[in-house]
């Protein structure tokens, strides 16, 4: 029972990580219609940013956590900008193309500037596990579910509820509609970057007291968020969430009753049997109307 | 006309005759690997600037090319054939420092007949004898440790044992190492546990080796994951002590890993220890004029890797001393009958048989406490 606990515990807490890089796709695939790989890259930037920020000025936590995912999404901002900003042709297949290369200098540059050493950040309220029926439960954990989901509940709160946000699921439903009735579609597109960013960066700070990062943790962590995200039903900001749960926990689970070695493949044969069973995810929308958009 | 032509060859053969002696290196420098290969090529570069100050190795320059392997098979595989086809390196010493990447090479070496050093752990490396004409260990390989580790437990008198080891060609020959030394041991392995070397987050896998009440977690991986499994033991409250081999001797790792990492047992070369040795040991003073040479040219200290790689140097550098020749085979041959002191054993051990020149008597065992490496069970090298 206790080790059951213990793989639940695990896949919960890595599969809210998974859950938050999933919204952070849904976010940019709402507003823009393409897969933003440079995701993960936030995720790891988040992550380092914070580490070595406490690293030089030792400021309290709270501080190092607001200034990295600011910092992020500034540079998503940016990153928009520069990127598909000066894209002549921004369909949607150039535009992933573009993030893909956003994604390589990324990480290149993170690797230039601050070393291929991993980096830690000390856990937010201390490393003293807590006993639960016999599994332990890091505090850090506690932290990670309970950020993860204010996030997520923000987000849907923000995309449903608030002008700005009800303005962003218009463009990517419709541009020229968007546009004729006033909303700035360009805007939209990297306000949606800057958003996505910061999400990555708040999902790495978090997750880096546990795991330590380095200048490559940002791929697997895109690529792993992707695979919830298409899990959960891509444009589902809910979905992509419990995607990203239900892959931390098999996760889990494979690599503690099954194989601990082929932990990895999990994610990518979850992908797998998704696409054929049921290609919309869990949560997303059905074929019907895919067909009634155009 | 004969006369000019006689003559050219003349030039052209002495020409040929002081052309300086290369030396290649692959080396992993970047990617997860990376804290490995750094100081190694750092330490590679000193020695042949230092050694080209002093004029040589029998009169010759000698020009070293070093490639990054980036961790990665294929492009430590790609590194190799540049250096033999592109840069007509004589010798290849520095092998990726991935024992993945120095198995790959094996057939590089073989089809092109060039003899290639390694610095890494697995036996495959230069086992079997037959297909391992032209591979050659600076190392030892986890046969040794894995026996220096059993010794160790022995003494302890510690009988149960879990292994986690990681999935790379350097996790799975420690963990086939110590399946076939089990048996007649005198411990037993009550867990077989596997991760990969990306991992972050071991639970599952403690999990499952906390079930099964081991004294000893023996877990086996160069890769930050191994602080990850530190950390994660601990915060579930196990308190078995940790042990790793030689892929781990890294004080950043124990810094990170912090309270964990205290009392965390290592199996290893002598390296870390040097000042600990006593003054008999013959391998003291290299050790400490390596260090000296090291910090006087870097400013920084330079660690067991990058110890491994200047041995694996020097061993090319001895090679080509008593071979007097460019010629591979010539060269694969003296690299059979060295004899020398480096700064983790002495190198008398090869033969046509034996491809690496260190014994289990070259391991030593010591702990992490209060932040620096305590020297527990000594090198035996006579």
């Not at chain 2, 040219?297 to 140097?313: F, I, W």
Request: hydrophobic residues 45%.
């Amino acid at each position: 029972m206790s080790e059951l606990l213990q793989f639940a515990f695990s896949g919960i807490m890595i599969g809210s990580v998974y859950g938050l890089v999933a919204v952070g796709f849904c976010i940019v695939y709402n507003a823009t219609e393409a897969i933003n790989f440079a995701q993960g890259e936030f995720v790891m930037l988040g992550g380092m940013m914070a580490a070595v920020i406490f690293k030089s000025w030792g400021w309290p936590l709270p501080l190092v956590f607001f200034l990295a995912v600011t910092a992020a999404l500034l540079l998503g901002l940016i990153c928009e900008k520069m990127t598909f900003g000066l894209c002549r042709d921004p369909r949607v297949l150039n535009l992933i193309i573009v993030t893909i290369g956003l994604a390589i200098a990324m990480k290149g540059a993170v690797m230039m500037i601050w070393g291929k050493f991993p980096k830690d950040l000390p856990a937010f309220s201390g490393e003293k596990p807590l006993f639960v029926l016999g599994a332990t439960l890091m505090p850090q954990a506690i932290w990670i579910v309970l950020i993860s989901v204010a996030v997520m509940l923000f987000m849907r709160f923000f995309l449903e509820k608030t002008t700005l946000g009800t303005g962003m699921r218009a463009a990517a439903a419709d541009k020229v509609a968007a546009s004729l009735v006033g909303i700035p579609v360009r805007w939209v597109s990297t306000l949606s970057f800057g958003i996505a960013a910061g999400i990555g960066a708040v999902a790495g700070v978090t997750l880096t007291p546990v795991t330590l990062t380095s200048y490559d943790h940002g791929t697997m962590m895109g690529l792993k968020g992707f695979c919830a995200a298409i899990l959960g039903g891509m444009g589902n900001v809910y979905g992509g969430f419990l995607g990203g749960i239900v892959l931390g926990v098999v996760e889990a689970f494979a690599a503690g009753w099954g194989s601990s070695g082929y932990r990895e493949v999990v994610a990518f044969l979850c992908l797998i049997l998704i696409l054929f069973i049921r290609p919309s995810g869990i949560l997303g929308e059905t074929g019907r109307e895919r067909i009634a958009k155009i | 006309m004969i006369v000019l032509f006689v003559l050219a060859q003349g030039t052209a053969m002495g020409a040929e005759e002081k052309r300086p002696y290369k030396i290649g290196s692959v080396f992993s420098y970047t990617g997860p690997g990376a804290f490995l290969g750094d100081r190694m090529k750092t330490t590679v570069e000193m020695m042949v600037e230092s050694m080209n100050k002093k004029g040589g190795i029998n009169g010759h320059q000698i020009q070293l090319t070093v490639y990054d392997a980036a961790s990665e098979v294929t492009k430590g595989v790609t590194a190799a054939n540049r250096l033999i086809t592109q840069d007509q390196v004589d010798i290849i010493s520095g092998a990726g420092n991935m024992s993945g990447i120095s198995l790959a090479l094996k057939p590089v070496a073989n089809r092109n007949q060039i003899p290639i050093i390694a610095n890494t752990g697995a036996l495959a490396i230069v086992d079997p004898i037959e297909e391992s004409r032209w591979m050659f260990k600076s190392h030892l390989s986890d046969r040794e440790i894995i026996g220096k580790a059993i010794e160790y437990w022995n003494s302890k008198k510690i009988t149960k044992v879990a292994m986690l080891s990681d999935t790379t060609g350097f996790g799975k020959s420690a963990r086939d190492e110590l399946r076939l030394q089990e048996p007649n041991s005198g411990i037993k392995v009550v867990s077989w546990e596997e991760f990969d070397m990306n991992a972050t987050d071991l639970t599952p896998q403690l999990t499952r080796i906390r079930s099964a009440e081991p004294e000893v977690i023996l877990f086996w991986t160069v890769a930050a994951s191994g602080v990850v499994i530190m950390k994660n033991a601990r915060q579930m409250g196990m308190k078995q002590t940790l042990m790793s081999g030689f892929g781990f001797v890294v004080p950043r790792f124990m810094t990170m890993a912090g309270e964990a990492a205290e009392g965390c047992v290592l199996v290893s070369l002598r390296y870390p220890v040097g000042p600990q040795l006593p003054d008999a040991d013959p391998c003291k003073k290299v050790i400490l004029q390596y260090t000296e040479e090291y910090k006087a040219k870097y400013g920084s200290e330079p660690d067991v890797y990058g110890a491994e790689a200047y041995d694996g140097m020097l061993m090319a550098f001895e090679a080509f001393k008593m071979a007097k020749s460019f010629d591979k085979e010539k060269l694969r041959d003296a690299l059979e009958n060295l004899n020398f002191i480096g700064t983790n054993g002495v190198y008398n051990k090869f033969s046509p048989k034996r491809h690496y020149g260190l014994t289990k008597d070259d391991a030593v065992v010591f702990e992490w406490r209060g932040g620096d490496w305590k020297l527990l069970m000594g090198a035996e090298t006579r």
